[in-house]
């Protein structure tokens, strides 16, 4: 909770004679906070509906300043992050809030390799599921159910067991999407692999057959490897704040990043990645962009250009820039550079950075713009792109988890303006 305040603020009210002083706290970084939770006892609440306006916690983990599209992991920048670290390392320092040392960081590694298989009646739980099934579907029902699985370390107050149940998630989301995708094939899963890098590991369960080796190419594993470190965190966004406000009812630690999970599947956030191809394919060639870039501006038409936009960066979301170089090298790679997608997308940023409606919004493309484009190049069809987010997401689901929970904290029980009907007697 808060410390000390720095400052107070002054509430004065249309017709009362007393006026409320409200605590004003500083951060290390970023706006400071006025504490209104005295404003109950003087008969108020506070109305923000979007919490657009509202600090709901503290935290030591993300700090993002979106005027001038900055993103820190415990004081790190993302573009040396995405330069200089690799996913795991990421995770680590998510969770513990330093950078490992050489033998701090194997271990880690190593404890993650050694928890990446899941028990396997799990696979049965699988079966329940008809082929045609969305993986997110399939994802948030198996997540939740892992608490069935874990009884040995679902105690939350205890700090061994939170730490276990991180290493297990972080560990077994990975094999988990690639069991949804193989579900939908129809094909065998494919065990992990204890040679294989995490990323590696990924690909080899997606794409491996019990038929014939499958060797994972050096430079895709890179990409896959930034793309999940590009997902890790993100401050408060609505997928972890509902990872927070689940488990702020004392809710064990695989049923809030379910609720996580679920929160992140909509195209207003983790879905946007889907959507985006999506929209590209509807808009169908670059001559069409200039219809659709309308249609995003008429305030009746319920089109928006998915991938650009942000609720807090209001200037280029410094993940997008990494992800699209990202893309290039892939796209290179695989010597699909002149890829007709990745045109119509450059296309589409480029008019829509000159249009004054964007401008005036602020509306750049957001994480979720270019990595679809990858993701498919890859060879990963459109409805993985949000489970690639999951897994990409969960250490810092679960790093806010083990911060809430670890550090003091209430239920989340917001209040509302309320419209409905005033009191009236049942009839008769
Ligand atoms: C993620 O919060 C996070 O950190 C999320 C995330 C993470 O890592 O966890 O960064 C991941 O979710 C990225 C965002 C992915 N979503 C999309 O790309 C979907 C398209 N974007 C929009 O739906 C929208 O920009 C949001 C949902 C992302 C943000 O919405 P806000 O902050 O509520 O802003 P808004 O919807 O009120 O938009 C402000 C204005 C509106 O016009 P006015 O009502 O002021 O006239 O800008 C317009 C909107 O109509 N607008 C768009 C637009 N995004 C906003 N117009 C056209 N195309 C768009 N993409």
Redesign the pocket.
């Known amino acids: 909770m808060a410390d000390t305040p720095t400052k107070s603020a002054t509430l004065r009210i249309d017709g009362e004679d007393n006026a409320i002083e409200l605590p004003i706290y500083s951060g290390n970084l970023g706006p400071d906070v006025i504490d209104v939770g005295k404003l109950t006892g003087q008969g108020y609440f506070t109305y923000d509906p979007?919490f657009?306006s509202t600090a709901s916690c503290d935290s030591e983990i993300t700090f993002?300043d979106g005027d001038n599209g900055v993103l820190l992991h415990r004081g790190y920048p993302i573009e040396q992050l995405a330069e200089k670290s690799s996913y795991l390392e990421l995770c680590y320092l998510l969770l513990n809030g330093e950078l490992p040392s050489k033998e701090e960081g194997e271990a880690f590694v190593d404890t993650i390799k050694h928890h990446t298989m899941v028990n396997e009646q799990l696979r049965q739980f699988f079966m329940g599921f008809k082929p045609d099934a969305h993986p997110m579907a399939i994802l948030c029902g198996v997540v939740g159910a892992l608490a069935a699985f874990y009884h040995d370390s679902t105690d939350i107050d205890n700090e061994e067991h939170r730490k276990i149940t991180a290493h297990r998630l972080i560990a077994k989301m990975p094999t988990l999407a690639a069991m949804s995708y193989k579900h939908a094939l129809g094909q065998p899963f494919i065990y992990p692999r204890n040679d294989l890098g995490y990323a590696e590991n990924f690909l080899h369960m997606m794409f491996a057959t019990p038929c014939e080796d499958y060797v994972v190419s050096p430079t895709i594993s890179k990409a896959m490897d930034r793309i999940f470190l590009l997902?890790a965190d993100?401050?408060q966004?609505?997928?972890?704040s509902t990872v927070r406000l689940a488990g702020s009812t004392g809710a064990n630690p695989f049923a809030s990043i379910a609720a996580g999970i679920a929160a992140?599947w909509g195209?207003?956030?983790?879905g946007?990645n889907e959507?985006?191809l999506t929209m590209l394919d509807e808009i169908g060639s670059v001559e069409n962009i200039p219809t659709y870039i309308k249609k995003?501006?008429d305030?009746d038409d319920p089109?928006?250009?998915?991938?650009?936009?942000?609720?807090?960066?209001k200037n280029y979301?410094p993940?997008a820039k990494v992800m699209q170089q990202t893309c290039h090298e892939v796209l290179e790679e695989l010597g699909v550079e002149d890829d007709p997608v990745l045109a119509m997308a450059k296309e589409l940023e480029k008019i829509a950075l000159e249009d004054d409606?964007?401008v005036e919004?602020r509306?750049y493309p957001?994480?979720?713009?270019y990595s679809g484009i990858i993701l498919k190049a890859i060879g990963i069809p459109v409805e993985m792109f949000t489970v690639i987010?999951a897994t990409g997401?969960t250490p810092g689901w679960i790093a806010h988890w083990c911060e809430m929970i670890s550090g003091g904290y209430k239920i989340g029980r917001p209040r509302q303006l309320y419209k409905g009907s005033i009191k009236r007697d049942y009839p008769g």
């Open positions: 979007g657009v993002i997902h993100h401050e966004n609505a997928s972890t992140l195209p207003s956030h983790g946007a959507a985006v995003a501006k305030k089109f928006r250009i998915m991938g650009f936009g942000h609720r807090v960066y979301d993940r409606y964007f919004k509306l957001n994480v979720d713009f987010f997401r």
